[in-house]
């Protein structure tokens, strides 16, 4: 297992976390298998989405607070339920596959950290798996 050390310097803030990934797949010396990554924290998430245009990061984060208002009925006295209630909606985890020693990824795509709850340290663990 990797593990990322990440410093958010937001609220709500998407890392792209592709080279860093791409990187420990190659250094797995693993030709077809899969990685997964996971980031042990209640108020964070990882995503796939678009890292090409720079607004369709800040469009998901700001459909997201349409979604899930940070203000609301909630009785969890941290006051980061709407944090809590993304990292449920978005997942902790994201599994991609590994083929001919290099990471399948579309051409617009890119993995993501999903800050919901920053600025604080966070880890992302990487898991590699396969032959
Ligand atoms: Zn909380």
Redesign the pocket.
């Given at each position: 297992m990797t593990t990322l050390n990440l410093q958010s310097r937001q609220t709500s803030e998407l890392i792209d976390l592709t080279d860093e990934i791409r990187a420990a797949a190659a250094s797995s010396g693993i030709r077809e298998g899969m990685v997964l990554v996971y980031t042990p924290h209640t108020?964070a998430a990882i995503t796939i989405n678009e890292n090409a245009d720079p607004d369709v990061i800040t469009d998901i984060i700001n459909g997201l607070n349409q979604i899930v208002p940070s203000q609301g009925n909630y009785r969890?006295l941290?006051g980061?339920s709407a944090a809590?209630i993304k990292s449920s909606l978005v997942g902790a985890s994201e599994t991609l596959i590994i083929a001919e020693g290099k990471l399948v990824l579309g051409t617009w795509q890119g993995i993501f950290f999903c800050e919901f709850d920053g600025p604080r340290r966070r880890k992302v663990h990487v898991q590699v798996l396969g032959a």
């Open positions: 108020t969890h941290e980061n809590h």
